[in-house]
């Protein structure tokens, strides 16, 4: 694992995830190069109707494609994902030759479309977190990762 991109719909508004993820991305930052990019959110009113929920996925999917480095593995985070263990997150993420790309959508989550053109799905759990916690949890999971295949302590 050489690199690792993140890149999520939407911005913290809470200063505690931020400071959270923060302190996992220093953590991380000697194993590997850990980015974040951060796609706008689009504005559906609210809750906004379906087709506008949907034009605003297809219009971030469009956003983060463009986003996703060249040759990357891509790894949609979503509830239709699989749910696998740290270890064989670890095993994956130490595996893999080609930089790593994991996508967050917004509270509306990813469209279909880019989440069927994903080389992998994985879900933290079958309970729905908000996405902001969402990428405070990825960077503790690599960080967990990076001390797993480094046969260093964290891991318990």
Known sequence: MNRVTVIHVGDFK???FR???SEYIRRIKPFCDYRTVCIKECDTHGEGSEKLIKKALETEAEA???????GALTVALCVEGKTIDSE???ERLGASERPVCFLIGSSFGLDENLKNSCDKRISFSPMTFPHMLARVMLAEQVYRAC?????RRYHK
Do not use: V
């Open 19 to 21: 400071d959270a993820e």
């Open 14 to 16: 809470e200063r505690f």
């Open 88 to 90: 064989t997150f670890a």
């Open 64 to 70: 983060i494609r463009t986003a996703i480095p060249t």
């Open 147 to 151: 001390m797993i295949n480094s046969n």
